[in-house]
């Protein structure tokens, strides 16, 4: 699996190259998961306002 350029990972069987491999995976993942908090955040804010707009809207 090539991950990082050659100029950053010269031996690929090295312990240094597979440390990288996975840091790169490791980083990849919390990208994943800080994206994935905003997306929830942002659909949380739209079912709240569409449920503040729904009640708004109902005569009492």
Not at 16 to 38: E, K, N, P, S, Y
Not at 52 to 59: H, I, K, L, Q, R
């Amino acid at each position: 699996m090539l991950l990082a350029c050659a100029t950053c990972k010269a031996d690929p069987n090295s312990l240094i190259a597979q440390a990288q491999d996975i840091a790169v995976l490791v980083m990849l993942a919390f990208l994943v998961l800080g994206m994935a908090c905003v997306g929830l955040i942002v659909f949380h804010f739209v079912r709240k306002q569409q449920r503040f707009a729904a009640s708004a809207s109902v005569p009492s």
